[in-house]
């Protein structure tokens, strides 16, 4: 009885995994389907744009589909549709690489003669191209190199770089750096050096300046005896503004531990899209440019948060142990602050 029991278990499981198996491989054409229909939408709502000529819209759709579905033909429209704009480089680049698509299938076997209009195309428009070379000596240690927003590579720097006709902003900085800017404009069959200064040192912060965090009641206030107790604030209520200060500074460095996360995994997901610095196309070294902006953005309010909440953590503990001794202590808390440092004193008598 065991046999035929254990052969219907065995061929119940693999009935369920062929099921299994089948509704994944169903499903996942049904999304590849679905992808594939927006995509012809987008193409031909972009085709449509051309005509009409909105190139803006046109180039964003073609973009948009050829995201969805990579194919051959929008790629080439998309280069087109670049190079109608004026953003040469754009164009080029993509042109480029819908060559290398087109060779891919000849090397297969296929008929492709769109491989000699997309290199003739580059071509041409190659000799129209302006570039970019960067002159950068003794480069301090992460230094970052953005064109318009979009990350630069450190291997393009002493190269001459392809760039779109037109005004741009380059922006150079570095830890404990001034950030450098420079505009400039370029013109068709340019090829233009621009050389980078070294960064200045950021500036030291000013002089502590030191600010009570009670008030004059408590720091001018005389030792406390049976005349004047009504003066000075008593022992609970200085325990209260202690334990209020603690919970602010928990609340306060969590939240910078959670920013600090946020910006972890921004450049984990920055450095997983161009490993070594190694971008397919334009499209994902604009995507590492935005994820650079974004992880700054939580950069610095993690470490402003990280660092006030330490200080409030440790203003509150501190007063919790010594403010509160005795009643015959007179209690001056004072907290030292700066544009990138924090610090607390406790002065008094009797502690």
């Not at 209009?117 to 041409?124: F, G, P, S």
């Not at 953005?146 to 922006?171: F, K, Q, S």
Request: hydrophobic share 45%.
């Amino acid at each position: 009885m065991t046999r035929p029991t254990t052969w219907l278990c065995a061929t119940g499981l693999l009935a369920a995994v062929v099921v299994a198996a089948v509704s994944c491989v169903s499903a996942a054409r049904a999304q590849d389907s679905e992808r594939e229909q927006q995509a012809s939408h987008l193409f031909d709502a972009a085709r449509a744009a051309v005509a009409r000529g909105d190139l803006e819209q046109a180039c964003r759709k073609f973009d948009e589909s050829e995201r969805l579905d990579p194919q051959l033909g929008t790629k080439m429209h998309l280069a087109d549709c670049y190079e109608r704009q004026g953003k040469l480089a754009s164009a080029w680049l993509h042109f480029r690489a819908a060559e290398m698509l087109a060779a891919e299938r000849i090397a297969g076997g296929a008929v492709e003669p769109r491989e000699k209009i997309a290199r003739l195309r580059a071509a041409r428009i190659q000799k129209r191209m302006p570039t970019l070379r960067l002159v950068i000596e003794a480069p301090p240690p992460e230094l970052m190199v953005t064109l318009d927003g979009h990350t630069l590579p450190a291997r393009t720097w002493g190269t001459a770089t392809p760039i779109d006709p037109g005004e741009h902003v380059l922006r150079v900085s570095a830890p404990g750096r001034v950030v450098w800017r420079q505009k400039f404009a370029i013109a068709e069959q340019k090829h233009q050096q621009l050389q980078v200064p070294e960064l200045e040192p950021e500036a030291p912060p000013p002089s502590a300046a030191v600010v009570p965090a009670a008030t004059a009641d408590v720091t001018s206030a005389p030792v406390v005896n049976s005349a004047n107790s009504a003066a000075t604030p008593g022992p609970d209520t200085l325990r209260i503004v202690a334990y209020a200060l603690a919970g602010a500074g928990l609340i306060a460095g969590g939240t910078g531990v959670a920013f600090g996360i946020a910006t972890n995994s921004t450049l984990s997901k920055r450095d997983a899209l161009c490993p070594n610095d190694l971008c397919r196309d334009a499209e994902e070294l604009a995507q590492v440019g935005k994820l650079t902006e974004d992880a700054r953005d939580t950069y610095t309010p993690a470490t402003v948060l990280i660092i006030g909440g330490s200080v409030a953590l440790a203003a509150g503990l501190t007063w919790l142990v010594f403010g509160a001794q005795s009643s015959e202590n007179q209690v001056s808390l004072s907290l030292n602050l700066s544009p990138h440092a924090a610090g607390l004193s406790l002065q008094g008598r009797g502690l």
